[in-house]
């Protein structure tokens, strides 16, 4: 087996074509038809985000396809994996879609007709007072009601799949079950309705993995005599409002003729699923086309520091004697280590090093700019020998943005914060590589010309040469301070986000060293700027037996999962300033 990422434009349908060569024989091939490049949207809810519409609807433009768990085929009613054997407003939202962006859309459908909220929630999920049907939940001692979690579990278990960035939305239509229940005691009133919908978001999101946007429609209307519940379309339209969801249509303006049994019916007739169908796409489309314009703006990170941003850590070299037999290298790190399990997406189950080409690192090292996808080798030392803390970090980044990602990197071993990196601000003397990193980073920002970028955050992993000096560990926060205003300044980013790495290397402080004061300067100054944020890592570092530079601890000993983890805090670090 292998795999590969490819780059190609959005559209379809194409024809992939896969050969094995030996040399220039083709010694097998294969080819994949009808592959699409293009969204992807989840269906969730009861009824009428499934098949029990009055009229079965066909996507006629060619280019929707649903999924039912293991293959795509056309999104002809009714919709695999969601409930009933009638019609959906899926086909013509598709339809429409495909229409306005000229490319394939996606329709993944999990709704599950009759359902209260209370029944997707996660198993053990307590509540107060039951749905109308018991199928899905239990009674417990107190009289109160707990979820099963089955529907739950099978609403992830579709979404997994997909994988991080899989699939543009998830379209949510539910409330008829939790609105103006027969039994008034089975309702659900509109302040738990927004708990329980909010904890169903924020749940799935953390059991998937990322932060998927979710539409939420108001919905709750049952007949002409019941047009639906105020208190129930006000506790999802509290879910958008609060910045968790997305507002969906407001479907209990559908009524009449656009409901079945002759407008009597809580179901869609045929003109009203079309009807739904529009509803949502006046909602989803507007909002995709703000996504798409934002996507083609690169994410631009700069990280700068010392020799540690350069990237000290031993890939696969071996020798028993320079390099410890390869103990703490990368392939050894990615087969023995405490990590070995979380590195794995770093090669190709052929052996390669992954190369990802929506996250390019810019880096100039002995006057030649380096720039390309994601991988190994870009340090100060050329090829493929090292990495530094940007490769994992550049994985936790690309991972979050669906827009492409550009690291800046610009890093030079063996300076201070106090003599050379010296910010105007700080008075004194401007260093010279605060100069050189200025001049750097508006030189990889000129090479984009027309492409837009946004600048993301600055990553400072840096520290060494002002730990060995009491005077430089004395002012070290203050010229940090000055040193972050200065840089917001001239980039004309006055809210960035900043991340400041810990110089953990060799893990906890000895008494009476440099080191613990230098580490609480760090933290004094991070403390002291706005949208900064403090990443400790001395839990990082390795012990140099296991490491292939045993002498030396101010490299991290060239251990390669000191500067994967160390890279996997900041990245992550960044994104929690980032996060609303």
Request: charged share 20%; aromatic share 8%; hydrophobic share 35%.
């Amino acid at each position: 087996t292998f795999s590969k990422e490819i780059a190609a434009p959005s559209g379809g349908w194409f024809r992939l074509d896969v050969r094995a060569r030996s040399g220039e024989e083709v010694i097998a091939q294969s080819a994949i038809e009808h592959v699409g490049i293009g969204e992807i949207f989840v269906i969730a809810g009861q009824s009428n985000s499934a098949n029990h519409g009055s009229e079965r609807q066909n996507a006629t433009s060619g280019l929707v396809t649903t999924f039912d768990g293991e293959t795509w085929k056309i999104a002809n009613d009714p919709q695999p994996g969601a409930s009933g054997g009638g019609g959906s407003f899926l086909p013509p939202f598709g339809d429409a879609l495909a229409a306005r962006l000229n490319v394939p859309i996606g329709i993944v459908a999990t709704g599950v007709g009759a359902t209260s909220v209370r029944e997707w929630l996660p198993k053990d999920t307590v509540f107060p007072n039951p749905p109308t049907i018991l199928s899905n939940v239990t009674e417990l001692a107190s009289s109160e009601w707990q979820s099963n979690g089955g529907i739950f579990e099978k609403f992830v278990a579709r979404l997994k799949p997909l994988g991080t960035n899989g699939f543009r939305a998830v379209l949510w239509h539910q409330g008829e079950s939790d609105a103006n229940q027969r039994d008034p005691s089975r309702t659900l009133p509109g302040d738990l309705y927004q708990k329980f919908l909010t904890q169903l978001i924020r749940d799935s999101r953390s059991e998937v993995g990322w932060e998927f946007p979710w539409f939420v429609a108001q919905a709750s209307y049952h007949t002409p005599d019941d047009p639906g519940s105020g208190d129930i379309r006000a506790a999802q339209a509290a879910v958008w409002e609060a910045g968790i969801g997305l507002q969906g249509p407001n479907t209990d303006l559908l009524t009449g003729a656009l409901r079945d049994s002759g407008g009597q019916g809580v179901h869609f007739s045929g003109d009203g699923l079309r009807a739904h169908a529009k509803s949502w796409v006046d909602k989803v489309a507007p909002w995709l086309d703000a996504q798409l314009q934002k996507e083609s703006v690169i994410k631009v990170v700069i990280l700068a520091g010392q020799s540690n941003m350069e990237g000290q850590g031993v890939v696969a070299m071996d020798h028993p004697e320079y390099y410890n037999g390869g103990k703490g290298n990368l392939v050894w790190s990615m087969q023995n280590s405490e990590s070995k399990d979380r590195m794995q997406h770093l090669r190709s189950k052929d052996g390669a090093w992954v190369v990802r080409n929506d996250v390019e690192i810019s880096f100039k090292a002995k006057g030649e700019i380096r720039k390309g996808g994601l991988t190994i080798g870009y340090t100060g030392y050329g090829g493929d020998t090292h990495i530094g803390p940007e490769l994992q970090l550049g994985h936790v980044l690309g991972d979050h943005f669906a827009q492409p990602v550009l690291l800046i990197k610009t890093a030079w071993g063996g300076k201070s914060l106090q003599v050379d990196f010296r910010p105007p601000s700080a008075g004194g003397t401007t260093g010279a590589y605060y100069r050189q990193m200025l001049e750097e980073v508006h030189e990889a920002l000129g090479k984009l010309g027309d492409q837009p970028c946004e600048l993301t955050g600055f990553v400072w992993m840096q520290g060494w040469n002002d730990m060995v000096s009491k005077e430089a560990t004395a002012e070290y926060d203050a010229n940090l301070v000055h040193l972050v205003n200065d840089i917001r300044a001239e980039f004309k980013v006055p809210a960035l986000p900043v991340v400041i790495g810990e110089l953990g290397n060799g893990g906890k402080a000895e008494p009476g060293s440099g080191m613990e004061p230098f580490r609480q300067a760090q933290q004094r100054g991070a403390q002291q700027l706005s949208h900064a944020i403090f990443v400790p890592t001395e839990s990082f570092a390795r012990p140099a037996e296991l490491s292939p530079n045993r002498g030396h601890g101010h490299h991290w000993f060239g251990n390669a999962e000191s500067y994967f983890l160390i890279g996997d805090a900041l990245g992550k670090g960044l994104l929690e300033l980032l996060r609303p």
